[in-house]
């Protein structure tokens, strides 16, 4: 059983820029891709960003190309989304995401989830 832990979310004024990390319980993670997604009020579940644990190879969701930018450290088993040029619509409680499959993760088939970091975005 994999745990992810979320950490750095907080409120931002619009344009600023924060950094999200997920910590990985397991080696094993290098196994399987990982990613990002998101969940606004009254708005379902999105994707966000994911990347292939052993090549690094990453997928964006379009709402998110060019300021976000998904990234991984080995040794500590951790994921970062770097969010830059925040807007208000990028408000949400952001969660971290793994799956043994690119594909499947990028069309939501998950099989472990975070507890999730709510960012809010002020205008």
């Known amino acids: 059983q994999v745990q992810l832990v979320e950490s750095g979310g907080g409120l931002v004024q619009a344009g600023g820029s924060l950094r999200l990390s997920c910590a990985a319980s397991e080696r094993t993670i290098s196994t399987y891709a990982m990613g990002w997604f998101r969940q606004a009020p009254g708005k379902e579940r999105e994707f966000v960003a994911a990347?292939?644990?052993?090549?690094?190879?990453?997928d964006y969701a379009d709402s998110v190309k060019g300021r976000f930018t998904i990234s991984r450290h080995n040794a500590k088993n951790t994921v970062y989304l770097q969010m830059n040029s925040l807007k208000p619509e990028d408000t949400a409680v952001y969660y971290c995401a793994a799956d043994r499959s690119m594909v499947g993760l990028r069309n939501g088939v998950v099989t472990y989830w975070g507890q999730g970091t709510q960012v809010t975005v002020s205008s």
């Open positions: 990347i292939r644990w052993s090549s690094g190879s990453t």
